[in-house]
C-alpha cells in the first residue's frame, strides 16, 4: 500500500493505492457519511478484494481543509454533484495511469457519489458495488448507470433496504440487490461485514476480468 495523490481537477485527493501482482482491475473506494481512506472497515474490504487479485484506490474524497468544515456542519458529504465530480475526476486519473478496468465500491452517500460518477464515465467504468449505500441519492443518474451493480445492504437494515429496491427498480443495467442476514448499516455484526467484502470481490472479479 503506498500513498498518493490522485488529480480531481484543480484539487489532489489523498489516498492508499494497493496493486497486486498481476492484477486485473482496480477497484475505488468512494466513502460516505464522514468515512476516509483511514476507515478499518474500508481497509477491511480493500483487502478482502486485493486478495482476489484486484487493485484498490481507498480515497479521501475531501481535502484535511474540508474535512474540518465536514465535521462541524456535515454539509459536504451530502454534496453528492460535488462528490460524484470528483470520483469522476479520479477515474480519469486512474484510467490515465494504469489503463486497467475501474470499479468503483461506494458505501453509504459515497455510493450515490459512485453511481452519478458511473452514469458520467459509463465507457470507463466496469462495475459499481454499493455497501449499505443510498443509491436513492443518485437521482436522475440512476437510469444512466450501463454498468453491472451490486447493491448490498443488512437484512436489518430496513429502511436502506426499501431504498435499495427503489433504485434497482430505476435501472435499466444488470443490477443484482443482496441482503446480509443479521447486518446493521454499518455491518457491525460478526461475520457481516465479511460475507459483505466476500460477495464485492466475487462481484468485481466476474465484472473485470
Known amino acids: 500500500m503506498k500513498l498518493v495523490k490522485a488529480k480531481a ?33 474500508n481497509q477491511y474490504v480493500a483487502d478482502v478484494i486485493n486478495s482476489g487479485g484486484i487493485g484498490t484506490l481507498l480515497i479521501d474524497l475531501l481535502t484535511q481543509e474540508e474535512e474540518q468544515v465536514d465535521i462541524m456542519t456535515r454539509q459536504l458529504r451530502f454534496d453528492i454533484p460535488m462528490l460524484a465530480d470528483r470520483v469522476a475526476n479520479v477515474v480519469d486519473w486512474l484510467h490515465e495511469i494504469h489503463g486497467l478496468p475501474i470499479g468503483i465500491c461506494g458505501s453509504s452517500t459515497g455510493a450515490a457519489a459512485a453511481l452519478v ?38 437484512g436489518d437494515d430496513t429502511v436502506v433496504i426499501g431504498m435499495n429496491e427503489e433504485a434497482k427498480q430505476l435501472m435499466s443495467c444488470e443490477t443484482k440487490l443482496s441482503i446480509v442476514p443479521g447486518a446493521t448499516h454499518l455491518f457491525e455484526e460478526p461475520g457481516t ?12 472479479r466476474q465484472t473485470l476480468s
Open 117 to 154: 460518477a458511473a452514469a458520467k464515465r459509463p465507457n470507463i467504468v466496469k462495475s459499481v458495488v454499493s455497501r449499505g449505500g443510498r443509491p436513492d441519492l443518485a437521482g436522475n443518474a440512476l437510469p444512466h448507470v450501463l454498468c453491472p451493480t451490486l447493491l448490498i445492504v443488512g
Open 9 to 41: 481537477g484543480e484539487i489532489e485527493l489523498e489516498g492508499f493505492l494497493n496493486m497486486p501482482a498481476n492484477t486485473t482491475g482496480i477497484v475505488l473506494f468512494a466513502h460516505g457519511s464522514g468515512s476516509s481512506r483511514h476507515s478499518p472497515r
Open 193 to 204: 461485514l465479511g460475507e459483505a467484502a466476500k460477495q464485492a470481490r466475487e462481484w468485481f
